[in-house]
Every structure is written in structure tokens, then in C-alpha cells.
């Protein structure tokens, strides 16, 4: 069993940084994918990044490629999201999953790809 705890959520202006965390546990090797969602008010849960355990990464949708980056830390069960240039679309509950399967060349972005998912941390981006 792995347990998620996202961090880093908060509320900026539009233009803004910041930077999201996820520690999972419960697991001593490296997970093999850990993802970022986002569910924005009255929409459907959306595929925002992912890294694999080999540095395959992946984003969607292209509004966030070049300003997101998502990142593992060296314990390699940690997962970063750096978002820079915020906007008022980027605002979410922005979620942690991570999947026991995916390598660089095959990265998943279906939610029912991911076995395990964090609680959720607000993103909120106002002008």
C-alpha cells in the first residue's frame, strides 16, 4: 500500500510560481511513475505531468509544457511540479498518483492507469 501527502498548494496571483510536493511511503523501491492531475471546478480530472522511474516525462495539455515542470527527487519517491506563469485556468484541486507500471517510452496519462492517489492540494490563481 502507498500513501500520498501532496503539499505546496496555495493561492497566487495570476503570473505567479509554485511549486507542488508529493512524498509517498510505503514503499521501499523506486515507483515506477508518479503523475500530477487536476480537477478544475466543474470538470473533468485532467492528465497535467508525469515522470517515470528511467526520466521519461510527459505534459498535458500542451498550455502546460512550457510552463510546468515535473521533477523526482534523489529518494526518487518524491514527485515535484514547478508551475511558473500561472494563470486563472490553472486553478485545481491538483492531485499525486503514482502507477506500478510505465517507462520512458510508454508513459501513462489515463487515470486508470494510477493504482494509488493523493488527497488533493488547491491550486488558486486570481488576478
Known amino acids: 500500500q502507498v500513501q500520498l501527502v501532496e503539499s505546496g498548494g496555495g493561492s497566487v496571483q495570476t503570473g505567479g510560481s509554485l511549486r507542488l510536493s508529493c512524498v509517498a511511503s510505503g514503499r521501499s523501491e523506486s515507483i515506477p511513475t508518479m503523475a500530477w492531475f487536476r480537477q478544475a471546478p466543474g470538470k473533468e480530472p485532467e492528465f497535467v505531468a508525469a515522470m517515470t522511474w528511467d526520466a521519461g516525462v510527459a505534459y498535458d495539455p500542451d498550455s502546460v509544457k512550457d510552463r510546468f515542470t515535473v521533477f523526482r527527487g534523489n529518494d526518487k519517491n518524491t514527485v515535484y511540479l514547478q508551475m511558473n506563469s500561472l494563470q486563472s485556468t490553472d486553478t485545481a484541486v491538483y492531485y499525486c498518483?503514482?502507477?506500478?507500471?510505465?517507462?520512458?517510452?510508454?508513459?501513462?496519462?489515463?487515470?486508470?492507469?494510477?493504482?494509488?492517489w493523493g488527497q488533493g492540494t488547491q491550486v488558486t490563481v486570481s488576478s
Open positions: 498518483a503514482t502507477a506500478d507500471r510505465g517507462n520512458a517510452d510508454h508513459i501513462l496519462k489515463s487515470r486508470s492507469d494510477y493504482d494509488y
